[in-house]
């Protein structure tokens, strides 16, 4: 498929389509100045960019939705050129939870609808407002997720209008059969958004999803921050890689652009976080040069099979390391 910055949707199998590349707006709320992540998407709209990746979680839905209000009063984009990805967080997993979540999102966006709602992890945490629910020693609450329930309660808001696709994310093949295999199931996942980069090239969990129409969308493609909090930092940094970076100098680009290319060219979407100009700029220049099969596999072989974004918070849910099952 013929891929260009002016025209890089692909197909998702209940008949919409999503760009290749978005920009991820996560950010830490107490790392980030107020007005960052509006101006980075304005920025990012003026590029080319067309998807944008987000959540409540994040708390700042809110300057996204700005962002794009203005950028389509100003007549730049229409609503339809935009793609939205909401999520569920976990302790929002009870179905009559469900709707009044993306409701939330839909308010702080100031959109009638989001083109994608995925469930975040398929786990739960004790519901309620508490995003983070601790008990008085300091450990985590969690709560028996029915994720068919959940995924019900999803159906129904596509029915309602709320959300044009359904999709999941940091599922296994275990949890994602839960789903295609539930009795009655309206409308099956579109994508499932993963870690999956050259050290985390995910083999087994992409063949599986493309068995079953399911895109993958993968998150921290260039590696991650090294936040240790939350990051496994014992693995090298992935901008650093030799090989990616002769790459880039064979083909006049960075070693950012060249780890993206590998996995548009694989057929996954890719959505990089940046609040610098620079690199949002850069990380969209991917459509100008093509890797061969060759250096496809070069690069497939630096898979290392170790995730950065380890997730530590589930750590003491039983079904920890739930990821590990592909």
Not at 1 to 21: E, K, Q, T
Not at 26 to 50: H, M, Q
Not at 171 to 181: G, K, S, T, Y
Request: with cysteine; net charge neutral; aromatic share 10%.
């Amino acid at each position: 498929m013929y891929l260009s910055a002016a025209n890089h949707r692909i197909p998702l199998s209940d008949g919409n389509s999503i760009p290749v590349i978005g920009l991820g707006t996560f950010s830490e709320p107490a790392l980030t100045k107020k007005g960052d992540c509006a101006a980075s998407v304005k920025i990012a709209i003026n590029i080319g960019y067309r998807h944008f990746d987000g959540a409540h979680l994040y708390q700042n839905e809110n300057e996204v939705g700005d962002a794009i209000s203005e950028k389509i009063a100003e007549g730049k984009v229409k609503r339809e050129d935009i793609f939205y990805c909401g999520k569920l967080w976990a302790t929002n997993h009870v179905p009559e939870m469900v709707r009044p979540a993306l409701e939330r999102t839909l308010k702080s966006l100031k959109l009638d609808y989001v083109d994608l709602y995925i469930i975040e992890v398929p786990m739960a945490f004790k519901p309620g407002n508490e995003v983070y629910p601790k008990d008085e020693n300091g450990k985590w609450l969690y709560h028996k997720s029915d994720l068919c329930a959940t995924w019900e309660a999803l159906e129904a808001c596509k029915d309602a209008g709320l959300v044009k696709s359904l999709g999941v994310s940091n599922f296994n093949r275990r949890q994602l059969e839960l789903i295609l295999n539930k009795p009655g199931l309206k409308y099956k996942p579109v994508s499932n958004q993963v870690e999956c980069h050259p050290y985390f090239t995910q083999p087994k969990l992409l063949k599986f999803c493309r068995q079953h129409d399911i895109v993958v969308v993968a998150y921290s493609p260039l590696g991650t921050s090294r936040n240790p909090l939350w990051v496994n930092i014992s693995s090298p940094p992935l901008l650093n890689d030799a090989l990616l970076n002769s790459l880039g100098k064979k083909y006049r680009k960075t070693a950012a652009q060249v780890a993206l290319r590998f996995n548009i060219q694989r057929g996954v979407v890719v959505i990089p976080k940046s609040f610098k100009p620079e690199r949002i700029k850069e990380n969209f220049q991917i459509f100008d040069f093509s890797l061969t099969e060759e250096e496809m596999k070069s690069i497939e072989a630096l898979n290392k099979n170790i995730r950065f974004v380890e997730m530590l918070m589930w750590c003491d849910h039983p079904e920890y390391p739930f990821h590990d099952e592909y």
